[in-house]
């Protein structure tokens, strides 16, 4: 019976003509590769300024690179110039970032060179947060104000939707981080139309996005530790707890959010809020050390060259550090996004796992703690898998990211996430 009924009731999803699809590829691939050098210009100001900040003018002047006050002066310094910016810049740098996510909202022109300038700022001068989140809200807001004046026709969502894609694409290297986030919004939504249909021009635009950056920038996510062999009883029973573990400690950010938040809400002027935010990263980093700094990509390849380098404590101690300097940085204002600096959090952890337990596989450790703590702080499942198991290129790691997933989503699902209301309640 229920045979039949399954034979009765075909899919009655239209599917689009092969010519609407077409029309959308050449506006698809412009945004891509758009977008991508949007994100490969401010990422390569923002390494210039750095190398200049944090050598040349330390060199110059001689003072250690790294040393404690070296560190204070930069980051108290960049949380100055970032409260000018948001101050004094038209737009104020855009919305309070602790209230958005990757699904920027569609920002006036006006708002984008600020957003951009503080971007860049906080990029080199060494706030732990990454570039996603602005990126993104720049890249959405400038595909929508010019498509809709150079296809006024086209619907607006549409340039939403390729902008989110080409980025995403360009951040990671690859369209395939694009689909699976697009697959997981469409899925929560009433879409007309077959999925692949729905995803073919964000698809074009995330693989136009994710060819340049190769191109142009060579990007790479892997951190060429020992591949995982044949797992067995132990590496299962490892993935599930340094996951769930993950995922804890992702959530003890999640739930101080809202409080720090209010914390540097009720300094009430940015000029005060980020250059106290400043002093409050630069006592961190004097804990945790230099590696602490900055988006963290480039700091966990160093992590990941020397797994044996530190000690459980020195890795647990940079764990904390980071999520409590991700914390702060996301609170008192500065323009940044969360994934980043939550792979260095994973990583740090899983190392400190395999520093503890030298049973469990460095590689194992660090893609189940990223994933752990990628679930808890962004509520993006595909997003959180397909990160860890870029980390390690390791085909074994992948059936067991998909059953660690399982514990560390019961953990955090239903619980407050890591993004505010403008209230400064958390959304759930």
């Not at 549409?158 to 697959?183: D, K, M, N, Q």
């Not at 009430?268 to 980093?285: C, D, F, I, N, S």
């Not at 890795?315 to 991700?326: G, R």
Request: aromatic residues 6%.
């Amino acid at each position: 019976m229920a045979q039949d009924s399954a034979q009765q009731a075909p899919s009655t999803a239209p599917a689009a003509p092969a010519r609407v699809l077409l029309r959308s590829l050449l506006p698809a691939l412009v945004v891509g590769v758009t977008a991508s050098l949007i994100f490969i210009g401010v990422s390569a100001a923002a390494e210039q300024l750095q190398h200049v900040l944090w050598t040349d003018l330390p060199d110059a002047l001689g003072v250690g690179r790294y040393s404690v006050l070296w560190m204070s002066v930069m980051l108290v310094a960049t949380g100055v110039a970032v409260g000018l910016v948001v101050w004094r810049i038209p737009g104020h740098a855009g919305p309070d970032p602790a209230t958005t996510g990757l699904d920027a909202p569609v920002l006036p022109p006006v708002v984008l060179p600020g957003l951009l300038l503080a971007t860049a700022l906080m990029l080199a001068g060494g706030p732990s947060l990454g570039p996603e989140n602005p990126i993104i809200a720049v890249n959405v807001g400038l595909a929508v104000w010019l498509g809709t004046r150079v296809l006024p026709h086209a619907p607006t969502g549409l340039w939403g939707a390729l902008a989110e894609a080409a980025t995403i694409g360009a951040l990671f290297g690859t369209p395939v981080a694009a689909a699976l986030v697009i697959s997981e919004a469409l899925a929560g939504r009433q879409v007309q139309g077959l999925l692949w249909d729905n995803l073919f021009a964000p698809l074009a635009a995330a693989a136009a996005g994710a060819i340049t950056t190769t191109l142009v920038a060579h990007p790479s996510f892997d951190l060429h530790l020992p591949p995982l062999g044949r797992p067995d009883w132990a590496d299962l029973l490892a993935a599930l707890v340094v996951a769930s573990a993950g995922a804890l400690l992702g959530l003890c950010a999640v739930y101080l959010f809202p409080y720090v938040h209010g914390a540097f809400r009720r300094l009430r002027h940015p000029m005060l809020a980020l250059p106290a935010g400043g002093a409050v990263l630069a006592l961190l980093a004097a804990v945790g050390g230099h590696l602490t700094l900055f988006k963290g990509l480039d700091q966990i390849g160093e992590l990941a060259r020397d797994p044996e380098g530190w000690s459980a404590g020195g890795f647990a101690t940079m764990a904390v550090v980071k999520l409590a300097a991700m914390l702060v940085a996301a609170s008192c204002g500065f323009r940044g996004g969360r994934i980043f600096p939550s792979v260095f959090v994973g990583t740090a952890l899983g190392l400190c796992a395999h520093a503890l337990v030298p049973a469990v596989h460095p590689a194992l450790g660090v893609a189940t703690a990223v994933l752990g703590v990628l679930l808890a702080v962004t509520r993006q499942g595909w997003v959180s898998l397909f990160t860890a198991a870029v980390l390690v290129s390791s085909p074994t790691v992948l059936a067991l990211l998909c059953i660690a997933s399982l514990p560390a989503w019961l953990l955090v699902t239903g619980r407050p996430q890591m993004q505010l209301r403008p209230d400064g309640t958390p959304v759930r």
